[in-house]
C-alpha cells in the first residue's frame, strides 16, 4: 500500500523544524578543514515524476550535508537524481555506475550506484571501476568446488525445470558453497585531497589536507523517502 504523499503545509513543518534544530535530527556537525561523507539508500531514485517538488527538494536538502556522499538503489532512468543535481546546483559533480544486479535483454531490478560530491572539498581521483573478478577465476572457484556446487545445483535445477514449463514458481536464490559473482556489482570511485583553502595561514593550511582515500559501496542500508 502506498503511503499518503506529504502536503506542502507538512512539508513547511518538516523543514522548519529542521531548520530550528538541526541537531535533534542528528545532522552532521561540519568541522573546519574536514570533509563530511554519507550513504544514503533513496528507494527506487527513478523518475523526477515520481516525487513531488517538495520532496526532490528535501532529498538534495539531505546531501548537501555532505561533501561526499554514496547513494544507492537508483533506477536505470537517470532523471530523479539529475533532479536532485538540479537542486544542488554546480557546487556539486556526480557519477554512477551502469547497471547492476540484472543480465543485460532480460527483465530485473537493475540499478545503479552512484556517488555526489562538492567539488570545493573534495577531487575525484583517476580510479572509477566496478569491482569484478577474472572468467578465469569463476572457473578455477568452480572446478575446486565442483561436487558441493552440484550438491545444491541440482535439486535447484529440477525446481527451475519445473518454473520453466509453468508448473511452479520460480524458485528462490539458492546459498552456493563458493563465492562465483556478487549479486550486485560493487562500484569503486576514488576522491583525493581537500582542495587548497583561499586564506589560509600555513598551519590551517596542512590541517585541511585530506589524504587520498577510496569509497566503496555495495548498496548499504539506509533511510528511504517516497513521499
Not at 522548519?16 to 545532522?27: I, S
Not at 524458485?171 to 569503486?188: H, K, T, V
Request: aromatic share 12%; hydrophobic share 35%.
Amino acid at each position: 500500500m502506498a503511503s499518503k504523499p506529504y502536503t506542502k503545509d507538512e512539508w513547511k513543518t518538516i523543514n522548519a523544524a529542521l531548520d530550528n534544530d538541526p541537531d535533534k535530527y542528528r545532522f552532521p556537525k561540519r568541522i573546519y578543514g574536514t570533509a563530511l561523507m554519507g550513504s544514503f539508500n533513496i528507494r527506487k531514485l527513478g523518475s523526477s515524476r515520481n516525487r513531488s517538488a517538495e520532496t526532490w527538494q528535501f532529498l538534495a536538502r539531505i546531501c548537501k550535508q555532505f561533501d561526499l556522499i554514496a547513494i544507492q538503489e537508483i533506477m536505470d532512468d537517470l532523471s530523479g537524481l539529475n533532479r536532485i543535481m538540479e537542486y544542488l546546483g554546480p557546487e556539486f559533480g556526480m557519477v554512477v555506475s551502469d547497471k547492476t544486479g540484472v543480465f543485460p535483454g532480460e527483465s530485473g531490478l537493475g540499478e545503479r550506484l552512484g556517488f555526489v560530491f562538492r567539488w570545493s572539498i573534495v577531487e575525484r581521483g583517476e580510479v572509477i571501476s566496478d569491482i569484478t573478478y577474472d572468467r578465469t577465476k569463476v572457473i578455477e572457484i568452480m572446478a575446486e568446488n565442483y561436487q558441493a556446487i552440484h550438491h545444491v545445483m541440482q535439486p535447484y535445477s529440477e525446481k527451475y525445470l519445473e518454473y520453466k514449463v509453468g508448473t511452479r514458481s520460480k524458485p528462490r536464490n539458492i546459498e552456493l558453497p563458493a563465492f562465483l559473482s556478487f549479486i550486485r556489482q560493487p562500484y569503486c570511485v576514488s576522491f583525493k585531497r581537500l582542495k587548497v583553502f583561499r586564506k589560509l595561514s600555513p598551519t590551517s593550511l596542512w590541517q585541511s589536507m585530506l589524504t587520498c582515500f577510496s569509497v566503496i559501496t555495495c548498496l548499504t542500508a539506509g533511510r528511504s523517502f517516497m513521499h
